[in-house]
């Protein structure tokens, strides 16, 4: 079995992106988290605090997400290394792993897009409750 050089390399767009899309969620989380802890500074309402810990999960994994898709794009560099300096054995295994650690990457950011969908059922609950009294 052979690999060539360009067969790690196209991963790089796709883990970028995947990055991009990870850092973003981040971001918003983030914000989302610092406004509820100034709301649950001012109210001390018991369901700003479970909100807070929910998302606090999410941005755990999250980081998981992002250390996977790092660990990916490295183990895929370091295979075009080793593809360039004709160690094709190892650099097989290593694009394997780098593929392997994509694979967990997305596996977590459906685990992490399921429990935002849950969250979002439940904070929306109320609604189709009083949707049904009219």
Not at 49 to 68: A, H, P
């Given at each position: 079995?052979?690999?060539?050089?360009?067969?790690p390399a196209?991963?790089?767009?796709?883990?970028?992106?995947?990055?991009?899309?990870?850092?973003?969620?981040?971001?918003?989380?983030?914000?989302?988290?610092?406004?509820?802890?100034?709301?649950?500074?001012?109210?001390?309402?018991?369901?700003?605090?479970?909100?807070?810990?929910?998302?606090?999960?999410?941005?755990?994994?999250?980081?998981?997400?992002?250390?996977?898709?790092?660990?990916?794009?490295?183990?895929?560099?370091?295979?075009?290394?080793?593809?360039?300096?004709?160690?094709?054995?190892?650099?097989?295994?290593?694009?394997?792993?780098?593929?392997?650690?994509?694979?967990?990457?997305?596996?977590?950011?459906?685990?992490?897009?399921?429990?935002?969908?849950?969250?979002?059922?439940?904070?929306?609950?109320?609604?189709?409750?009083?949707s049904k009294?009219?």
């Amino acid at each position: 079995m052979t690999l060539s050089i360009e067969t790690p390399a196209l991963l790089f767009s796709a883990t970028s992106l995947i990055l991009l899309a990870y850092t973003n969620r981040f971001l918003t989380i983030a914000q989302i988290i610092r406004s509820l802890k100034k709301n649950y500074q001012e109210d001390h309402n018991k369901s700003i605090l479970l909100e807070i810990k929910n998302l606090n999960k999410r941005l755990t994994l999250i980081r998981f997400m992002q250390l996977m898709g790092v660990l990916c794009l490295f183990l895929s560099v370091f295979a075009m290394l080793l593809l360039f300096i004709d160690m094709q054995s190892i650099a097989i295994y290593l694009f394997g792993l780098s593929m392997l650690c994509l694979l967990i990457s997305l596996g977590i950011s459906f685990w992490e897009i399921s429990i935002s969908v849950n969250a979002l059922r439940v904070h929306l609950s109320d609604l189709e409750e009083f949707s049904k009294k009219d």
